[in-house]
């Protein structure tokens, strides 16, 4: 079960109520202002199609309270309608996590996938086997409610999210192997780069194991305990992105570095531009500066005085 961090009193009001099985809570957002649709009816109901998909469906034998539901936002432009109900589109995958003692939500998960080709009939469920392919929309919509849940309780216990992992790889294979000519999306296949096959591959990849504990001392060992312990949370928070250098290392130009720094720059900036240590802020403005040069004007901000 995934751990969420609540007050213990709230918790003991809450064991009376049943548990819930479904682990995302999702809100699919989509556009269509560049293509003609002529019934723009279909784009709602795809959207609630889509929504319904991943709000309804158990993904998991957990159980999950409703407060414990994983918080994600999709959001998916239509590029292209080549024939009627096939459809060509980019997507935004974004997933979120609370942090304990606070109100604020830090994103987890931000993936941009420039490559969704799917059928969708408003009169057709959107249907799901784990072991089949049944559709690409549903092969997407699955594969990233694992990689979601996956990245979540890597966040919650170390190195959790590698049975997630290996669901979303049944899937992706599936979906690579599928013979239904207009629903062919090479993003499951290493074909592209920075694509969906290359997410998977990365969070599977043991010379790349550092990130994933790095995400655990991040989440569960910093931001969980920066309210009460500010510098150790930064001491454990510093030791995280230790993990995430470590791994673009081994791994130069590696998709989970540049999708870990693209979401959690200004963060990481944030959290260490208060710290007293000035020897500690200076070894992390390094570190960040070689790893991530991208954002080294934003890193240098952390030396200024709190």
Known sequence: MRKVLIPLLFVLTL?????QAQEILADVQITAENVN???RQLVQQMKNDMQAFLNTRAFTNQTYRPEERIRCR?????????QTGTYEATARIVSTRPVYGTSYETNLLSFADKRWVFNYSPQNPIDYSENTFVSNLSSLLSFYAYIIIGMDQDSFSRLGGSPYYDRARNILNNAANQTVTNEADPA???AESRNRYWLLNNLQDPQLEAFRTGIYAYYRQGLDIFIQKPEEA????????????????????????????DTKSD??????????????????VNMLT?????????????LRQP
Not at 74 to 82: K, L, R
């Open 15 to 19: 064991l009376t109520r049943p548990g």
């Open 37 to 39: 649709i002529a019934d």
């Open 74 to 82: 999709i959001f998916v432009g239509i590029t292209n309608v080549p």
């Open 188 to 190: 499951w296949q290493d």
């Open 234 to 261: 930064r001491t454990s928070l510093f030791t995280a992105l230790q993990g995430v250098q470590q791994a673009a290392i081994r791994r130069p130009g590696t998709l989970l570095a540049r999708a870990f720094f």
């Open 267 to 284: 963060e990481i900036s944030n959290i260490f531009r208060t710290a007293q240590d000035q020897q500690q802020k200076q070894q992390v």
């Open 290 to 302: 070689e790893v991530d040069p991208t954002n080294s004007a934003r890193y240098q901000t952390i």
